[in-house]
């Protein structure tokens, strides 16, 4: 099973960023999502499709449905530039996306 | 609070095997399941393998088969990941990360561990 993301993409400060992941009946899969910034570990960011977990702003939210899972961050920082990574399962493995590079111009 | 330590550096020769330690605090271990996921310089994250909750079963990468074995120490609260038979795509850093209960995704992550292969 694969899970698409589109490599890069850019957004202004302030504005909303939505990032998506596809894969075939991709709404019919729990997805998650992680934060990874340089130097770091990855941060689990959404998990069940649309849940936050403890810490995670509330600008943070996510959706699933159809083909699409997609990351919504409104009101963007700076400190939001990162690598974002989709992750789903298939039967008992993890898959995770290509990751999609987000920079805050 | 739940805490995953990771073992050092590692610098290995082609060939070789790497045996990395994630030692978990703040929670039952064996209570949840552990994976392994990696990342060579400028890719992507990597799923490996887990070793699941309650009992010693494991799944892994069919990729991996025949090199990598996840294993634990309830005992020491340690969770274990070897891979043989080293080549150089393998040099990566290398994360445990707990998982979670119904789908809850990687809730915790160790620091990593930064294996480097190299003749």
């Known amino acids: 099973y694969e899970v698409i993301q589109t490599p890069s993409m850019s957004v202004s400060p302030g504005q909303t960023a939505s990032i998506t992941c596809s894969g075939d009946k991709l709404g019919n899969k729990y997805v998650c999502w992680y934060q990874v910034k340089p130097g770091q570990s990855p941060v689990l960011v959404i998990y069940q499709d649309s849940r936050r977990p403890s810490g995670i702003p509330e600008r943070f939210s996510g959706s699933n449905s159809g083909n699409t899972a997609t990351l919504t961050i409104s009101g963007t920082q700076a400190m939001d530039e990162a690598d974002y990574y989709c992750q789903t399962w298939d039967i008992s493995t993890v898959v995770f996306g290509g990751g999609t590079k987000l920079a805050v111009l | 609070q739940v805490q995953l330590v990771q073992s050092g550096a590692e610098v290995k020769k082609p060939g070789a095997s790497v045996k990395i330690s994630c030692k978990a605090s703040g929670y039952t271990l064996i209570s949840y399941g552990m994976h392994w996921v990696r990342q060579a310089p400028g890719q992507r994250l990597e799923w490996m393998g887990w070793?699941?909750?309650?009992?010693?079963?494991?799944n892994y990468l069919q990729k991996f088969q025949g090199r990598i074995s996840i294993t634990r120490d309830t005992s020491a609260s340690t969770v274990y990941m070897e891979l043989s038979n080293l080549r150089s795509e393998d040099t990566a850093i290398y994360y445990c990360?707990?998982?979670?209960?119904?789908?809850?995704?990687?809730?915790?992550w160790g620091q990593g561990t930064t294996v480097t292969v190299s003749s």
């Open positions: 990360a707990k998982g979670g209960i119904s789908w809850e995704g990687l809730g915790v």
């Open positions: 070793i699941k909750a309650g009992n010693d079963n494991t």
